[in-house]
């Protein structure tokens, strides 16, 4: 596995971590983030940063980012984004 399919796989992998909460549960703690350390599936050291923000309006649809990077070089991370729809949770 390259470095860059190792590096995406990661933050592909947080981030079906990262939504999994839902709508409801992640709308009472936005905005935040957090930054941990991890590993990638090739086990290459990393940080992981987590980001909830609101998409547009408070209340609204949310922006989850994450992003993995080698801890001396944020600038060479990647990032991942989904969006959590209020409405997509309101009809279940």
Avoid: N
């Avoid at 709508?23 to 940080?47: L, M, N, Q, S, Y």
């Avoid at 989850?64 to 969006?83: C, M, S």
């Amino acid at each position: 596995m390259s470095f860059a399919e190792d590096m995406q796989a990661a933050a592909g992998e947080e981030l079906d971590r990262a939504v999994t909460l839902g709508w409801r549960a992640i709308a009472k703690h936005t905005p935040w983030g957090d930054t941990f350390e991890g590993f990638t599936p090739a086990g290459r050291e990393v940080c992981f940063e987590r980001t909830y923000l609101w998409e547009t309006d408070p209340g609204g649809d949310i922006r989850v980012e994450v992003t993995v990077f080698e801890p001396q070089a944020y600038e060479d991370g990647v990032k991942a984004i989904r969006q959590i729809t209020k409405d997509a949770e309101e009809t279940l």
